[in-house]
């Protein structure tokens, strides 16, 4: 009986340990993919993107910036950025939360595939990713109002360097 215990304690530790660790450490590598997967041709700057979002509310679009940010919980969401000052930060998400991003791609060149919609977001999600990305509770009480915001659906991702 005491075998058959231990085995179990065994196999559950082991399953538990890759359970764990399937989203970590191999990001370091360029070229990964995520989701339906994404490639270079095509794709165009997160600088032009943001210019072509001013005359319309959603795009279909291949981008290409760096990663700010990612959800600390299980990768859920990630913020996009440009080193052009004035750019605003894109949350993206990824089409039926069907993949997650590792926590360790900050800094690094993505390409998404997906959809780009300017949105307004709830307080309630607001305050939910404030939380998701280790905000304190003063800085989350302090969110009162929706917000009007650049986001994107990804449905493939590339992870360039």
Not at 34 to 54: H, N, P, Q
Not at 101 to 117: E, H, N, Q, R, S
């Given at each position: 009986m005491a075998l058959l215990k231990n085995s179990f304690y065994l196999i559950f530790s082991a399953l538990f340990l890759v359970a764990c660790s399937s989203n970590k450490s191999v990001s370091n590598q360029s070229g990964?993919?995520?989701?339906?997967?994404?490639?270079?041709?095509?794709?165009?700057?997160?600088?032009?993107?943001?210019?072509?979002?001013?005359?319309?509310?959603?795009?279909?679009?291949?981008?290409?910036?760096?990663?700010?940010?990612?959800?600390?919980?299980?990768?859920c969401w990630m913020t996009m950025v440009s080193d052009k000052p004035g750019t605003p930060?894109?949350?993206?998400?990824?089409?039926?939360?069907?993949?997650?991003?590792?926590?360790?791609?900050?800094?690094?060149?993505?390409?998404?595939?997906?959809?780009?919609?300017?949105?307004?977001?709830?307080?309630?999600?607001l305050r939910h990713y404030a939380e998701d990305a280790g905000k304190s509770k003063e800085e989350i009480a302090k969110i009162t109002e929706p917000k009007r915001e650049l986001t994107f659906e990804a449905a493939g991702v590339l992870i360039k360097n």
């Open positions: 990964q993919q995520f989701g339906a997967g994404a490639t270079e041709k095509g794709a165009i700057s997160y600088e032009s993107l943001v210019e072509k979002m001013g005359k319309t509310n959603e795009l279909p679009a291949k981008v290409t910036g760096k990663i700010s940010e990612v959800c600390k919980v299980k990768g930060e894109m949350r993206v998400t990824f089409k039926n939360y069907a993949f997650f991003m590792p926590m360790d791609i900050v800094g690094k060149t993505v390409v998404l595939d997906g959809v780009a919609a300017v949105e307004t977001i709830p307080v309630a999600d």
